[in-house]
């Protein structure tokens, strides 16, 4: 446990930017401060060149956080950035500097700047989304091994992604940690109020698919299973709620195919954190149809919104969601995604499942990442 207060600094995404990354270390900066910790969070002025990031902006409509130490100061592509902002984080003798590592690409940047940031009595501890990405591109692992050099220990949220490791790691200690439940997206709405916020017809059935739109998290796969025949008898729609980082007209033209435009809402813009909880107040279900997968923060969503889910057999998902009590685990197959369905609407599993997901989202806590940190910092 923390005694003394740490002064604590989290390089990565946070605001004016947008998206999972920026909300998971703007909430982890908030947990240590509840512990009493100094915590001063630098972030990007440019975090992707527009080759890197397909969306229409990268960049946050809400309000800026008020309880937060937020620097933007670090450019991604500029060395001369990386020296001088590591030169100004090492004058500030942090006991700790934790970064998320997601993307090969943020190596040279982040890497840099841990390195030249350290002083002799500071840890180094990263929090690892992907260390192998689901997209691959050419200098992948040798950026990853730059970073991975400088990190005193590792924090990994799926075994997965802890076996990914052994490829860049010999001596530094990784520790698995669940990804703490999203609790920062506001209270649980009530069904009848997220569908009249939405527009949604109230005599219908939701299921929702949630997040930036990439291929391997295939959305494919759930437009196939709603032209299923069974399916199409259902008083069911599939709220697509996210932004395309995929080619948009592929899927268009798979709906069209399909012939399913009658059982889609189609919400794909990014969604802004206040919204959030309307789109997973109206679904029934939350279907995660991914082809590869790390661990998701969709399906932390979906725990703190206490709705059952619908995941394949890849990567950590399987660790999150138990089958049959949290939900459903299934094989990467369309006709799987059908059978789940059917099951839960055909047999009623939304108050069993329910019940079962409210059990099990006690053990995702910032509490237990935070003094996984700790630990690690120590050891």
């Not at 604590?8 to 995404?13: A, P, R, S, V």
């Not at 030169?87 to 998320?100: G, N, P, Q, T």
Request: hydrophobic content about 40%.
């Amino acid at each position: 446990m923390n005694k003394q207060p740490k002064k604590i600094i989290i390089i990565g995404t946070a605001f004016p930017l947008r998206g999972g990354l920026a909300s998971f270390n703007e909430r982890l900066a908030r947990a240590f401060q509840e512990n009493g910790d100094l915590v001063t969070i630098y972030t990007f002025t440019l975090q992707y060149p527009k080759f890197l990031f397909p969306g229409k902006t990268q960049y946050s409509s809400d309000a800026a956080p008020q309880d937060l130490k937020i620097e933007v100061k670090i450019n991604s592509i500029n060395p001369f950035n990386w020296i001088r902002i590591g030169r100004e984080i090492r004058k500030l003798h942090a006991d700790l500097l934790i970064s998320k590592f997601w993307l090969p690409f943020m190596g040279p940047c982040l890497g840099t700047i841990l390195r030249i940031g350290k002083k002799k009595k500071t840890r180094i501890v990263s929090v690892i989304d992907n260390i192998i990405p689901h997209e691959k591109r050419p200098g992948d692992f040798a950026f990853a091994k730059y970073f991975t050099n400088t990190v005193d220990a590792f924090v990994v949220m799926s075994k997965s992604v802890g076996e990914d490791m052994k490829k860049f790691v010999t001596k530094q200690p990784i520790k698995y940690i669940p990804h703490p439940i999203y609790d920062n997206y506001g209270e649980i709405v009530d069904k009848k109020k997220a569908l009249s916020r939405l527009n949604l017809d109230p005599n219908l059935n939701y299921i929702l698919f949630f997040g930036f739109i990439r291929d391997y998290k295939g959305l494919d796969l759930l437009l196939e299973a709603l032209a299923d025949e069974q399916i199409r008898k259902l008083p069911v729609k599939a709220i697509i709620a996210g932004e395309f980082y995929a080619n948009e007209e592929k899927y268009i033209g798979l709906i069209k195919h399909l012939g399913i435009e009658s059982q889609l809402e189609l919400r794909t813009s990014f969604i802004p954190n206040s919204e959030v909880r309307f789109y997973f107040g109206a679904a029934d279900l939350v279907v995660q149809p991914y082809k590869s997968a790390t661990q998701s923060g969709i399906s932390q969503l979906a725990y703190h919104f206490e709705k059952p889910m619908i995941v394949t057999r890849v990567g950590g998902l399987p660790e999150i969601v138990e089958d049959g009590v949290s939900g459903y685990v299934v094989e990467v197959n369309k006709d799987k995604i059908v059978e789940a369905i059917l099951d839960f609407y055909e047999k009623k599993k939304e108050k069993e499942l329910s019940l079962g997901v409210r059990q099990a989202k006690k053990r995702f806590s910032w509490e237990n990442l935070v003094n996984g940190i700790y630990e690690l910092s120590t050891s």
